[in-house]
Nanobody, 127 residues
Framework: QVQLVESGGGLVQAGGSLRLSCAAS????????MGWFRQAPGKEREFVAA????????YNADSVRGRFTSSRDNAKNTVYLQMHSLKPEDTAVYYCAARGGPYYHTYYTRPNEYDYWGQGTQVTVSS
């Protein structure tokens, strides 16, 4: 079992930056595929970024590509989402998620493809 705790959310003005952290506990953290999702009130949970189960490769949603960067620090059992050029439409609760094997693809972009979820951290971007 994997436990995930997000942090780093807050209030930021449009154009600003935030870095979200997701601290994980559990066995073989480096072998889990990881993902970032976000959800605004009344909206469907939306894919943001994914990290492969092996190596450091990442994949971003079109809506954040070029602005957000995800990364993994296995030594700290933590994944990050560095967000730049934030827009009001980025306002949402951000969640990290973990998926165990088996792995059929390099990345997973659907919420139901993940096994474990954090409680989320609120990101609010003001204009």
């Amino acid at each position: 079992q994997v436990q995930l705790v997000e942090s780093g959310g807050g209030l930021v003005q449009a154009g600003g930056s935030l870095r979200l952290s997701c601290a994980a506990s559990g066995r073989t953290f480096s072998r889990y595929a990881m993902g970032w999702f976000r959800q605004a009130p009344g909206k469907e949970r939306e894919f943001v970024a994914a990290l492969s189960y092996s190596g450091d490769s990442t994949y971003n949603a079109d809506s954040v590509r070029g602005r957000f960067t995800s990364s993994r620090d296995n030594a700290k059992n933590t994944v990050y989402l560095q967000m730049h050029s934030l827009k009001p439409e980025d306002t949402a609760v951000y969640y990290c998620a973990a998926r165990g094997g088996p792995y059929y693809h390099t990345y997973y972009t659907r919420p139901n493809e993940y096994d474990y979820w954090g409680q989320g951290t609120q990101v609010t971007v003001s204009s």
